[in-house]
């Protein structure tokens, strides 16, 4: 199982405070804002401006919300400028991690990460470093309960996916970035209730961690995606059932 596959899953089953909410509402209204920036405000002519409305969705975020961070993209309102940046590393094991985030203030941000690394066994590595061992994908995930598998398989890959996986309760769907839309479109069509979606880094291979080295690399993981300018956190990290279940309670 790839290792952002596995880091999804402990996060999705991990509780829900009042303050990942929060965190979760700060990082998605700066998508919107930058996407509206970079693309405009019709989400039917932005598909990066669409993905994060509908990641603003599925955390239920208010619709007034939604709409002024896209005034502020496009400039009808007053904003915080924001600038995209990536980060690549190595945690506890040997684990590849590659960030992405969204700051107003890049010194801010790296000293911030940098110090995640160096307190949780990680190392911050320079651009290149870790970034060839991830393919740009789209993820779009489905409830297994809900949805015959082989209907599912082939409704999907009749859309244009490239891969489809069960991984416990979830399906798991990967296209093409270029089709990413066009693949949800087409489930939705024939009434398919996609519970997530997102352009991710995928691992294309994956590193075995273990014991304590397991402990570390999910610790590194949380911290990191704590940040208020991190947006997403990506690995190549494998572990066992046993741990994994451990992790997610």
Request: hydrophobic content about 40%; overall charge negative; cysteine-free.
């Given at each position: 199982?790839?290792?952002h596959?596995?880091w999804k899953q402990?996060?999705r089953?991990?509780a829900?405070?009042?303050?990942?909410?929060a965190s979760?509402?700060?990082?998605?209204?700066?998508?919107?804002?930058v996407?509206?920036?970079?693309?405009?405000g019709?989400?039917?002519?932005n598909p990066?401006l669409?993905?994060?409305?509908?990641a603003?969705?599925a955390?239920n975020?208010?619709?007034?919300?939604i709409e002024r961070?896209i005034?502020?993209?496009?400039?009808?309102l007053?904003?915080?400028?924001?600038?995209e940046?990536?980060y690549e590393?190595?945690?506890?094991?040997?684990?590849?991690?590659?960030?992405?985030a969204t700051t107003d203030n890049?010194?801010?941000t790296?000293?911030?990460i940098?110090h995640?690394?160096s307190?949780?066994g990680?190392?911050?590595?320079?651009t290149?470093s870790?970034?060839?061992m991830?393919d740009r994908?789209?993820?779009?995930y489905v409830?297994?309960?809900?949805?015959?598998?082989d209907?599912?398989?082939?409704?999907?890959?009749?859309?244009?996916?490239?891969d489809?996986a069960?991984?416990g309760?979830?399906y798991i769907?990967?296209t093409?970035?270029?089709t990413f839309h066009?693949v949800q479109?087409a489930?939705?069509?024939?009434k398919?209730?996609?519970?997530?979606?997102e352009l991710?880094?995928v691992?294309?291979?994956?590193?075995?961690v273990e014991?304590?080295?397991?402990e570390?690399i999910?610790?590194?993981?949380?911290?990191?995606e704590e940040?208020?300018d991190v947006?997403k956190?990506?690995s190549?990290f494998?572990?066992?059932t046993?741990?994994?279940?451990e992790a997610?309670?």
């Amino acid at each position: 199982m790839a290792g952002h596959s596995k880091w999804k899953q402990i996060k999705r089953k991990k509780a829900v405070t009042d303050a990942r909410r929060a965190s979760s509402w700060t990082k998605v209204i700066r998508e919107i804002t930058v996407a509206a920036r970079s693309g405009g405000g019709d989400p039917g002519g932005n598909p990066r401006l669409r993905t994060a409305i509908d990641a603003a969705q599925a955390v239920n975020m208010p619709k007034e919300n939604i709409e002024r961070a896209i005034k502020k993209g496009t400039g009808e309102l007053e904003g915080q400028s924001y600038e995209e940046l990536t980060y690549e590393g190595y945690g506890p094991g040997g684990a590849a991690i590659f960030i992405e985030a969204t700051t107003d203030n890049p010194n801010r941000t790296v000293a911030e990460i940098r110090h995640a690394f160096s307190r949780n066994g990680g190392n911050l590595g320079a651009t290149g470093s870790v970034g060839w061992m991830f393919d740009r994908k789209g993820q779009i995930y489905v409830d297994a309960a809900r949805h015959d598998e082989d209907a599912t398989l082939e409704l999907a890959l009749e859309a244009g996916a490239e891969d489809f996986a069960r991984e416990g309760d979830q399906y798991i769907v990967s296209t093409t970035p270029a089709t990413f839309h066009a693949v949800q479109d087409a489930l939705r069509a024939r009434k398919i209730v996609i519970d997530s979606a997102e352009l991710a880094m995928v691992p294309k291979n994956t590193v075995r961690v273990e014991g304590s080295e397991a402990e570390g690399i999910l610790r590194l993981m949380e911290v990191l995606e704590e940040l208020d300018d991190v947006s997403k956190v990506f690995s190549n990290f494998d572990i066992d059932t046993a741990q994994l279940a451990e992790a997610e309670a």
